[in-house]
């Protein structure tokens, strides 16, 4: 799949249906992932695959649990709405990865991490990001489950004290991919236009400046029409 | 560009040729970074493009001091390798991308935060790593500079206290695409194969257990020959 399909089609899945992930698919999508650039080539990242149904059945319970303590937060209809969603709907998924983030990994001169101890973690989000894009290029659908409690899941999976669970994800392969997030389906929220979260030069400033030497189409609002996606 | 061709042939490029980087492309490429996912679709990220050279120059300027400060950490033959790897090579990049994450963006009650606040720096990461794939399709190169003291940027660029300067970017045209990492290369680190950071079932686990309904290929260490990339 070309890149920029995989990017807009790529989607928070959370109906899967019976069929299991290939192995070779599932190595291809981890490599995928273990290649992402790092600070200092860290690699700080581990993939732990889950699927002893025990260790799945007790995660999902985690989950089952925190999306009602969620739901507490929403009254009336909101919370009709909010449990429409169906965020626990991760107990058909055939696949758990939990990937976590050493921050010791490299010893203390790990370099370009000096000034920014906390991109061991953001190179593990880049890591996740290329295996959710990898699993869409191979028709395997994910969802990082958010609504989780890390600490009970690493006592699950034996992961160490100072070992940060950064994402548990479950992948399985959908009946289909929608067309538009889940939220926004749902009609919870939509996504932005580009152009409200892109400032140039500083911040807050919607327009960029034009000099003598810039394109003829200046980057502005309107200079934005046509090139951003369906 | 082709998915997977992308992931493997991304690298972290510090050194840029004399061409700008067309406007349309710019934007195609801050497009593909706002359509990451993000926790209960918050898009909490925000990407200011720095093209003024007197901005880009204070910014560089820091990354040099911090360059020479993180240098002092090496001794002898250690510092001289450390500072051949010209980290602060980036005064060639025609546009810089300060990407920031809004904490509050969405309110207080964003879908699946509830349990893993993070989930909004995390999210601008995926942002990132769409952003530095897609630059590496249309053949931008792409430096992530961590050397950097986030608050002195943020002064500069105006962005408010509250606000998280998560990634600085550099973009720019290479003059080509290294086959290895940069640091690779120098001799300073290797990539781990894929089988030292995954891990099945529990945290420490190197090999899959079968149960008989699985398939014949196990997902053992020897099982990974052959379907990770070169």
């Not at 983030?101 to 593990?124: A, K």
């Not at 869409?136 to 659908?141: H, P, T």
């Not at 890390?150 to 399985?172: F, H, M, N, S, W």
């Not at 892109?198 to 046509?226: C, V, Y």
């Amino acid at each position: 799949m070309e890149l920029f399909e995989a990017i807009y089609r790529r989607r928070d899945v959370r109906d899967f249906g019976p069929d299991q992930i290939p192995r070779k698919t599932l190595l291809k999508i981890l490599d995928a992932a273990h290649h992402a650039g790092s600070v200092g080539l860290m690699q700080p990242w581990n993939f732990t695959v889950i699927q002893a149904p025990a260790s799945q059945a007790a995660i999902v319970e985690i989950v089952a649990e925190e999306n009602l303590k969620a739901a507490k937060d929403y009254h009336g209809e909101d919370r009709e709405k909010y449990l429409s969603l169906h965020l626990e709907a991760i107990h058909t998924a055939p696949v758990h990865i939990a990937v976590t983030c050493d921050s010791q990994r490299g010893g203390l001169q790990v370099v370009g991490r000096n000034t920014m101890p906390e991109t061991d973690l953001y190179s593990t989000c880049c890591a996740i990001q290329n295996l959710w894009l990898a699993a869409r290029a191979e028709g395997i659908g994910m969802c990082w489950v958010s609504l989780i409690d890390p600490e009970r899941v690493k006592q699950i999976l034996g992961i160490p004290d100072e070992i940060t669970l950064v994402g548990y994800l479950c992948l399985g392969i959908p009946e289909s991919f929608d067309e538009r997030p889940h939220l926004e389906r749902q009609g919870w929220k939509e996504r932005a236009p580009l152009e409200d979260v892109l400032f140039f030069e500083s911040w807050g400033q919607q327009n960029a400046i034009d000099s003598p030497d810039t394109e003829s189409s200046p980057l502005t609002k309107e200079g934005l029409r046509g090139v951003t996606s369906p």
